[in-house]
């Protein structure tokens, strides 16, 4: 029997870039899922069984970022730097925050989609734990955000 449409290619968890304003490179070994959630606000009314359900305050997650530690310093600095601001003026300014873009590959690498992360902010730095094991040190780099938008 034959297969009526076209084959479907899905996307590979392997084949992504992140990108980060300011970064000379930012090569991650794993990136976390981008997730947004509505609230829902539910509304009683007299007689009413069931209540009226409408969505309310959007929540995002914070993005984490794992690497290799290579000798870059570029998301030590950029946390060093939101972190002696904060605590100098009592918050970040607008200059610390960056734009993230978590972009996804083909095979052949050509981009497949890209997600925009605005306003991001260095909200906790982990620089590895070093044990006796034959293992690479992993830096992780935890981002607030404000939104995110997938660009078509």
Known sequence: MAIIGDPQNYSK?????????????????TCSALEAEAAVVEQWEG???TPDKSLGRVTVSDLT???GECGDLDAWNWFKT?????AGKGAAT??????????????????????NVFEALPRKFIAGDWADADE?????????????????
């Open 94 to 115: 607008p200059a610390v925050r960056r734009n993230v873009a978590i972009v996804q590959y083909e095979l052949d690498d050509t981009e497949r989609k890209r997600w």
């Open 65 to 67: 970022l794992e690497r």
């Open 13 to 29: 968890k392997f084949k992504y870039g992140v990108e980060i304003d300011g970064f000379v490179r930012a090569r991650f070994k």
């Open 136 to 152: 690479n040190v992993i830096e992780t780099l935890v981002l607030a955000f404000r939104y995110f938008d997938l660009v078509v």
């Open 82 to 86: 939101a972190v002696n601001m904060a």
């Open 47 to 49: 007689g009413d069984i």
